[in-house]
């Protein structure tokens, strides 16, 4: 397989439909999708069972967990975590992965669409080390590169609240990889009133002494 889309399942039985079929939907056919059910307590785990998915099924692991493991279990030289409760255009890998045909492209974002209880397009531009350790200007679902992310050794369980993902775009930054951008609206992001970026609002400073705590030598 040339990418992997891996979404990590923890109770989100009202939208990993979506999820899943705009994964499977994808124009560009080489690709696997894999669900890592993170020890769901609904009936997330039979819902993803009817699908054409690779199923990893585990006790609850956490976010970080979740995505190693699917990881783990997949095949692709490029990677794609998509949360349960987002979606992306049929034509997310389509348009991305030819930005990868740079060995030195470690990372490929698009721009964002906010949807829920916020309706806006979220413009991101490619980042660098020095910008990405101020504040974390990648979205979640951002192309990844297998070899980057192998060097990193993955998502840091230790983290939390969305800083895995910041922490690990630091991480593939910090080995020389380039950023790039689709300047386009693929990937939707569902804003809910409690949310982990509302959370993790709440503990910034904490969260951010954490990264700075990972990346002493950088800091």
């Not at 039979?46 to 690779?54: C, D, E, F, T, W």
């Not at 980057?148 to 020389?176: C, H, M, V």
């Amino acid at each position: 397989m040339i990418a992997s889309i891996i979404i990590p399942l923890y109770n989100q039985q009202e939208f990993v439909e979506k999820a899943i079929e705009s994964a499977l939907n994808q124009t560009f056919k080489d690709a696997e999708v894999i669900v890592v059910n993170d020890g769901s307590t609904d009936s997330s785990l039979s819902i993803a069972k009817r699908y054409p998915v690779v199923i990893v099924d585990q006790m609850n692991k956490g976010l970080a967990g979740a995505r190693n493991a699917g990881v783990l279990n997949s095949t692709g030289n490029f990677l794609l975590p998509l949360d349960a409760d987002d979606w992306i255009e049929a034509t997310y890998l389509e348009k991305t992965l030819p930005l990868m045909y740079d060995d030195t492209v470690g990372l490929v974002s698009t721009d964002m669409h906010f949807f829920g209880t916020q309706n806006t397009i979220i413009r991101i531009k490619p980042t660098t080390l020095s910008q990405e350790m101020l504040a974390n200007r990648l979205p979640v679902c951002s192309l990844i590169r297998r070899e980057a992310f192998l060097q990193t050794g993955g998502y840091n369980p230790r983290l939390a609240k969305g800083y895995e993902d910041w922490s690990l775009w630091i991480d593939i930054l910090k080995r020389g990889w380039q950023h790039k951008v689709v300047s386009e609206a693929l990937f939707h992001y569902r804003t809910k009133p409690q949310s982990m970026i509302t959370e993790a609002g709440k503990f910034h400073e904490q969260l951010f002494g954490d990264i700075k705590k990972v990346f002493s030598t950088l800091y």
